[in-house]
């Protein structure tokens, strides 16, 4: 329905509307807007998010059947930037290496940063959905690797496409420049630094406010999960090259096994957590990888493990890698390993800090998910010790407020099932992983119009 421009010279208009909007449509005179009722907004946003489901659907699936590693996304990115420029973005390619940046101007107003991850992970799908990818991909290096949306990144992107949509056609309830950004490599938390590192607060308008979500395996589908403060943890990734001196597996005596040194070192990095930090403090420390010899009768020269440290806090940080690096010299000492094959302890770029969320925008937009949503679906969650390259938005040396939280997507039937028998449902970066769809989908761009809106909705002071 289209309304005559409001001015001087119009009196106040009142219009009825559609059976789905609830409320009045008011066009002020003297304005340059309609601000409608919130409760009639919300049904404008239903409404359109439940026109662009089918589209939307096609996206999703057709990103799930086809995933593309870390910074190699350039198919996906070329998607967003094709839908974003249809939209009247202005776009730019190629930020950070593979990540999208489009920037809509609407009029005076705070700046609002939607960011969504495109990356999948090197995982062989197995979750048996008719839309699985048995694609084979090259990484980085490149390697041939299955690849797999098994944490949901292709519902982000979904999701920002959406949201773009959505907040176009209800250009004239927000003010303000939206900047939305499809950012490359989450899964190796490169992706945020570098779009950063390639001027992303600097070549586009810096925002006032940078919100995300994530699909979350472990709450029902369609449910909000929030929280302020620390909400994922920080994360370090360690190398650590345990040198030995090799020779014939019928001669140990003349050796010093790496492989020997390494699993006690594995053993005793286990009561780093349990005897060393405070009982009750979150800490996760993790041996992902044990790589080392080449033949059975052989003792190898050395064993290479990879690590993944979690805390919620640096100083808890700090200690685990003073604590690793003792260990490590204390057992290779002990073993008799020569001072210059001493182990090698070495902190990868793989690594980053704790998302924190700002408490006042969180309680601000946990407000406005209540009112949209209803308490039942708007639930307070703990810190989780996964990891997020989203924190780099929020940085102190660049004093923006983020805010991100969760959309549950499993099954409540299978939710409530687990909760029954205590068996898990598979989580995020499982193979079995795979989102219901509905409604899982249209909460990402319902709560994420809702919470740009919300931030730069012109219904202040409107009530429905």
Same mark, same amino acid.
């Given at each position: 329905?289209?309304? /005559?421009?409001?001015?001087?010279?119009?009196?106040? !208009?009142?219009?009825?509307?559609?059976?789905?909007? $609830?409320?009045?449509?008011?066009?002020? =005179?003297?304005?340059?807007?309609?601000?409608? /009722?919130?409760?009639?907004?919300?049904?404008? &946003?239903?409404?359109?998010?439940?026109?662009?489901?089918?589209?939307?659907?096609?996206?999703?699936?057709?990103?799930?059947?086809?995933?593309?590693?870390?910074?190699?996304?350039?198919?996906?990115?070329?998607? &967003?930037?094709?839908?974003?420029?249809?939209?009247?973005?202005?776009?730019?390619?190629?930020?950070?290496?593979?990540?999208?940046?489009?920037?809509?101007?609407?009029?005076?107003?705070?700046?609002?940063?939607?960011?969504?991850?495109?990356?999948?992970?090197? #995982?062989?799908?197995?979750?048996?959905?008719?839309? *699985?990818?048995?694609?084979?991909?090259?990484?980085?290096?490149?390697?041939?690797?299955?690849?797999?949306?098994?944490?949901?990144?292709?519902?982000?992107?979904?999701?920002?496409?959406?949201?773009?949509?959505?907040?176009?056609?209800?250009?004239?309830? !927000?003010?303000?420049?939206?900047?939305?950004?499809?950012?490359?490599?989450?899964?190796?938390?490169?992706?945020?630094?570098?779009?950063?590192?390639?001027?992303?607060?600097?070549?586009?308008? %810096?925002?006032?406010?940078?919100?995300?979500?994530? #699909?979350?395996?472990?709450?029902?589908?369609?449910?909000?999960?929030?929280?302020?403060?620390?909400?994922?943890?920080?994360?370090?990734?360690?190398?650590?090259?345990?040198?030995?001196?090799?020779?014939?597996?019928?001669?140990?005596?003349?050796?010093?096994?790496?492989?020997?040194?390494?699993?006690?070192?594995?053993?005793?990095?286990?009561?780093?957590?349990?005897?060393?930090? @405070?009982?009750?403090?979150?800490?996760? #420390?993790?041996?992902?990888?044990?790589?080392?010899?080449?033949?059975?009768? $052989?003792?190898?020269?050395?064993?290479?493990?990879?690590?993944?440290?979690?805390?919620?806090?640096?100083?808890?940080?700090?200690?685990? $890698?003073?604590? $690793?690096?003792?260990?490590?010299?204390?057992?290779?000492?002990?073993?008799? #390993?020569?001072?210059?094959?001493?182990?090698?302890?070495?902190?990868?770029?793989?690594?980053?800090?704790?998302?924190?969320?700002?408490?006042?925008?969180? =309680?601000?937009?946990?407000?406005?998910?209540?009112?949209?949503?209803?308490?039942?679906?708007? %639930?307070?969650?703990?810190?989780?010790?996964?990891?997020?390259?989203?924190?780099?938005?929020?940085?102190?040396?660049?004093?923006?407020?983020?805010?991100?939280?969760?959309?549950?997507?499993?099954? /409540? *039937? @299978?939710?409530?099932?687990?909760?029954?028998?205590?068996?898990?449902?598979?989580?995020?970066?499982?193979?079995?992983?795979?989102?219901?769809?509905?409604?899982?989908?249209?909460?990402?761009?319902?709560?994420?119009?809702?919470?740009?809106?919300?931030?730069?909705?012109?219904?202040?002071?409107? %009530?429905?």
């Amino acid at each position: 329905m289209s309304i /005559p421009p409001a001015s001087r010279h119009h009196p106040r !208009w009142r219009l009825s509307i559609a059976a789905s909007l $609830i409320g009045a449509l008011w066009v002020l =005179r003297g304005a340059t807007f309609a601000a409608i /009722p919130a409760e009639a907004l919300r049904s404008l &946003v239903n409404a359109r998010v439940e026109a662009e489901y089918p589209s939307l659907k096609v996206i999703y699936e057709n990103l799930h059947a086809h995933p593309e590693l870390s910074f190699m996304e350039e198919k996906t990115a070329a998607l &967003v930037a094709r839908e974003l420029r249809s939209l009247g973005f202005e776009v730019t390619e190629k930020v950070g290496n593979t990540g999208v940046v489009g920037v809509l101007k609407n009029g005076p107003g705070p700046t609002v940063l939607v960011r969504a991850d495109m990356d999948g992970l090197p #995982v062989k799908e197995t979750t048996g959905v008719p839309y *699985a990818s048995t694609d084979i991909v090259k990484d980085l290096g490149g390697k041939d690797q299955p690849a797999m949306h098994a944490c949901a990144h292709d519902a982000h992107v979904t999701g920002l496409i959406g949201t773009a949509r959505t907040l176009v056609a209800l250009k004239d309830q !927000w003010a303000g420049t939206l900047v939305l950004v499809a950012q490359p490599a989450e899964e190796i938390v490169a992706g945020a630094r570098a779009m950063l590192a390639d001027g992303l607060y600097k070549r586009f308008p %810096k925002p006032d406010h940078a919100i995300a979500l994530h #699909v979350f395996s472990t709450m029902p589908a369609g449910v909000i999960g929030y929280g302020e403060g620390p909400f994922l943890a920080s994360v370090t990734s360690m190398d650590i090259l345990v040198r030995g001196v090799g020779g014939h597996g019928s001669a140990p005596h003349t050796t010093k096994d790496p492989i020997v040194i390494a699993s006690e070192i594995v053993l005793a990095l286990q009561t780093i957590v349990s005897r060393e930090i @405070k009982p009750g403090t979150p800490a996760v #420390v993790t041996v992902g990888t044990f790589h080392g010899g080449l033949k059975r009768n $052989i003792i190898s020269d050395e064993v290479k493990l990879e690590l993944t440290l979690r805390s919620f806090d640096d100083k808890v940080m700090a200690h685990l $890698i003073s604590s $690793i690096r003792r260990i490590c010299a204390g057992i290779a000492q002990a073993a008799g #390993v020569p001072e210059d094959r001493m182990p090698v302890v070495t902190l990868t770029p793989e690594s980053v800090s704790v998302t924190s969320n700002d408490p006042t925008l969180t =309680r601000r937009l946990a407000g406005t998910f209540t009112e949209w949503f209803g308490a039942e679906r708007v %639930k307070v969650q703990p810190p989780i010790t996964g990891a997020e390259d989203f924190s780099e938005f929020g940085r102190p040396q660049y004093g923006v407020p983020i805010c991100m939280w969760w959309v549950g997507a499993t099954d /409540p *039937a @299978k939710f409530a099932e687990s909760e029954r028998t205590g068996v898990p449902v598979p989580s995020n970066h499982s193979a079995t992983f795979a989102p219901v769809i509905e409604p899982t989908l249209k909460t990402c761009v319902a709560s994420m119009s809702a919470a740009v809106l919300e931030l730069l909705g012109r219904t202040s002071g409107v %009530k429905p």
